[in-house]
């Protein structure tokens, strides 16, 4: 009876109020992070919208979380290839300026940038 109840209660309700409000905010920090670091949020979910919100150590911070994220394994298939820290905040910046731009997401922008640079160092 109980199921039947919890069943029928979600009914008609939408399981995910967000994906039906493009506006709806991400988490803009969390404290800590992966690295140890202030951050935007999780670094496969942030997108410019974020990256204009944040301050310049949460910036970095999401840059440090991407690099991770870029630099592994299953970082889409560019293990290992990552930028300089100021070479990234620069491409973000450029790209999050624009209007266009603000459901970017920002590991894209970064792993992109890398695979255009052409480098495998670490910032």
């Known amino acids: 009876m109980l199921a ?14 967000a994906a039906t409000t493009p506006t709806a905010p991400i988490p803009t920090s969390h404290a800590g992070g992966a690295t140890g670091n202030p951050s ?8 410019c919208r974020n990256w204009r919100a944040g301050g310049d150590s949460e910036r970095y911070g999401t840059i440090r979380e991407i690099r991770g994220f870029a630099g592994s394994p ?3 298939g560019y293990a290992g290839k ?18 266009y731009a603000t459901y970017f997401k920002l590991y894209k922008l970064y792993i992109r940038a ?10």
């Not at 039947?4 to 109020?17: D, R, V």
């Not at 890398?114 to 910032?123: D, E, K, L």
Request: glycine share 16%; aromatic share 6%.
């Open 4 to 17: 039947a109840a919890a069943a029928i209660g979600g009914c008609g309700s939408s399981s995910h109020p």
């Open 114 to 123: 890398v695979a255009f640079r052409g480098q495998a160092s670490a910032g």
């Open 82 to 99: 990552t930028m300089p820290d100021k070479a990234a905040y620069q491409v973000l910046e450029g790209w999050c300026r624009r209007s």
């Open 40 to 47: 935007l949020g999780n670094p496969r979910l942030v997108d």
């Open 74 to 76: 299953s970082g889409g």
